[in-house]
């Protein structure tokens, strides 16, 4: 008896402790600070549930920042002062941002809300994630779903 509880105890072990243990994963309000560079981004908007008009490369050469202080950055690099400043909080894995209305040369923000999902990050690819749904006065409605993933840059 003895013998196979120390067998089953040392294969527990065994199998227990077996794969890598990079200890705890960092939490995401730490994890997501840093610049990110995006390498792909995929839009689907549908309009009164039609099909899709597929977008992509809209983020083409535009990277964002999150500071650890809750500010951060969004750099559209094809054009000149094209960028904007904002305010994050985490909760769970939503990225919720607050973006005061603002202006950069001709580069004019209204500012308002948006909310990211983190569908994935770890320390080198960040997977983001966005639907809203809108139905404007006339009636028309409008549902987007947006994809964006960027791996950390320098």
Request: net charge neutral; aromatic share 14%; proline share 3%.
């Amino acid at each position: 008896m003895k013998k196979n509880l120390l067998l089953l105890f040392v294969t527990g072990l065994f199998y227990g402790c077996s794969g890598k243990n990079d200890g705890p994963a960092a939490p995401l309000s730490s994890a997501i600070v840093g610049k990110w560079i995006a390498q792909k981004d995929t839009s689907y908007t549908y309009h009164n549930n039609d099909a899709p008009i597929i977008s992509t490369g809209v983020l083409a050469n535009s990277y964002i920042v999150f500071n650890g202080d809750g500010t951060g950055l969004q750099v559209f690099e094809m054009y000149k002062d094209n960028f904007y400043n904002f305010r994050y909080t985490i909760t769970d894995k939503t990225i919720a941002y607050n973006v005061p209305g603002q202006t950069h040369g001709n580069f004019i923000v209204e500012g308002g809300h948006a909310t990211n999902e983190v569908k994935s990050i770890t320390s080198s690819k960040l997977h983001l994630y966005q639907e809203s749904e809108f139905i404007r006065p006339d009636g028309e409605h409008y549902r987007s779903v947006y994809s964006m993933y960027y791996v950390k840059g320098k």
